[in-house]
C-alpha cells in the first residue's frame, strides 16, 4: 500500500447502445478534475470509468445494427475509450463489463447474496423498461408509460429475486449515519422519500434473452443488468479478494458520480447489495443534473444531441472543459448555448485570465530582461493579494470536497479580478518611468500570484496551464499542490521563455459552431 490517503472515483459505466455525447462527458469530466485535483495534492488516486455491454437494450441496438453484440459492444466501447482520451480525462483504468474479471466477480457476488439468503427464486410479471433498464410497478406508470417517459413492456418470467423488501430500516439507518453520503441534499431528501414509501423484492435475473452474465447454478437466467452493472465497481478493486492491495487500499470508494437518472440504482440497490454481502457501502454518491441543448431536451429524436468532439474542434478542449463546470451550478440542470460558451471564453478566459498572465509575463520580457524581477520590500497591496492567492488552495479544496466546482473556479477567478485591479492600480507601465524597484516588485508578485493561479486551474484545464507555468519555468516537480508555498516562490534572476498568449479569444467563423 502506498501509505497516501487514497482517493477512488468512478463514473458511470455507459451504456454502449449509443455514441458519447456531451451528457458522457460532463459526467467523466467532473470526475477527471476531482482525481487530477487529489493527485496534486499529495492522494493515490484511482479513477475508473468504463462501458456497461450486457442487457436487452444493448442486445436490441446490435441486432438493429445487423452485428452480433459482442462485436457491437467492441466498436461502441472503443468510441468511449477515444472520447476519454479527447477530453484528456487521466482514468487509470477503463472497464469493460464483458471482461472475464468483472464476469467473474459479478458472479461471486451473486454467489455470496444466494449463500447469504438475499436471493430467492420466485416469478415477475410486471412492466419492464428496456430504455431505462428499470422495473415499474403499475403505480409508477404515467399515462401507461415509464415515469422516465420510457415505453414499458409486460414481462412475464421466472425470476431471481433480491430481498430489497428487507433493507429499507437499515438503508434508512445508514443515510442517517451517513449524512453526506447522497449529494446534493435535495436528491437525498427524494431518495429517503422513496425509501420510506416501502421497498419491493427486485428481480435480478432475466431468462427472455440472453445477452448478459449467466447465472452459474441456473444458466438459463442471466443477471439482470444493474447487479452486473454496479458490480464493475468493486470488480477494479479485485473483487472477490478482500486480502488484495486493491481492495484494502480503495474500498470503499469514496465518489461514485452519477447523473440523476441513475441515483436510485447507487444509492438504493447498490448500498443494499454490498451490505447484504457484508460489504460497506461507498463514501458518497453524487448526482449531478441533466443538460439540455439551447432549452430543449437533448434527444436523437431531436437531432439535437451535442458531439463533445465538435464542441473540442470549435472551441477547444480546456475552453469547453472549463466552461462545462464553470457555467451551471454543479448539481443543477444546465442548459448548453453556443453564445453562453462564446462570453465565457471571451471574458473569463481570454479577457481575465488571459489578459493578466500575458501582461505580466510580456511587461517581465520587455523590462526585467526576461527574467523573474528581484522584488523590493513589499507594500500592504502586495501583502494583500499574495495572501488572497495563497488563500485560495484551502477554499477550493472545501469547495471540491462538496463537489462545488462552479464555486472552486468563482473563488480561483475572484483572486484573477483582484489581481487584474492592482494591475491597473500599481499601473507598472507608469512605474517603469518612475520607480523601477517598485515596477520589479510589482511584476514579481503578479508573477508569483500567476503561478498561484495556474497551480490551481492545473484540474480543469491541464493543457493550458501546463503552458502557463512552462513560460514562468516552473520545474515539472514543482507544479503539485505542494509547491504553493512561500519555499517555493519564484527565484528572482530565473529566466523565463519568450512568453506567447494562452487563452485566445474566440472569433465566431460561419462555419463555426
Ligand atoms: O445509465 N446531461 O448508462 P448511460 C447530463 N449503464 N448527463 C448526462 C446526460 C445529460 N443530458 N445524458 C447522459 C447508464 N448523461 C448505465 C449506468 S453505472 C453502474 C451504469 C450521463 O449510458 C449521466 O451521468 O445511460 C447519466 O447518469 C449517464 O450519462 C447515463 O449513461
Redesign the pocket.
Known sequence: MSGRDSYYIT?????V??SP????A??SLACDVLARFMRLDGKDVLFLTGT?EHGQKVEKSAAAAGLDPQAFADRVSQNFRDLAKRMNFSNDDFIRTTEPRHITAAQALWDKLTEKGEITLGSYAGWYSVRD?AFYGESELVNGKAPTGADVEWVEEPSYFFKLSAWGDRLLEFYDANPDFIAPRSRRNEVVSFVKSGLRDLSVSRTSFSWGIPVLSDPKHVQY??LD??A??ITEVDYPDLASEKWRQYWPADLH??????LR??AVYWPAFLMAADLAPPKRIFA?????NEGQK?SKSLGNVIDPLRLIETYGLDPLRYFLLREVPFGHDGDFSHAQMIKRINTDLANDLGNLAQRVLSMINKNCGGRVPEPGPLAPADETLLAAARGLLATVRAELAEQAFHRALEAIWTVISDSNRYVDEQAPWTLRKTDQARMASVLYVLAETVRHLAILVQPVMPDSAAKLLDQLAVAADRRGFGALTPADALKPGTELPPPTGVFPRYVPQDSAA
Open positions: 463514473t458511470p459505466i455507459y451504456y447502445n449509443d455525447h456531451i451528457g458522457h460532463y459526467t456497461d433498464e443488468v444493474w452493472a454496479l464493475n465497481y458520480m452519477v447523473g440523476k437518472d441513475i440504482f447507487h449531478h443534473g441533466w443538460w439540455t437533448i
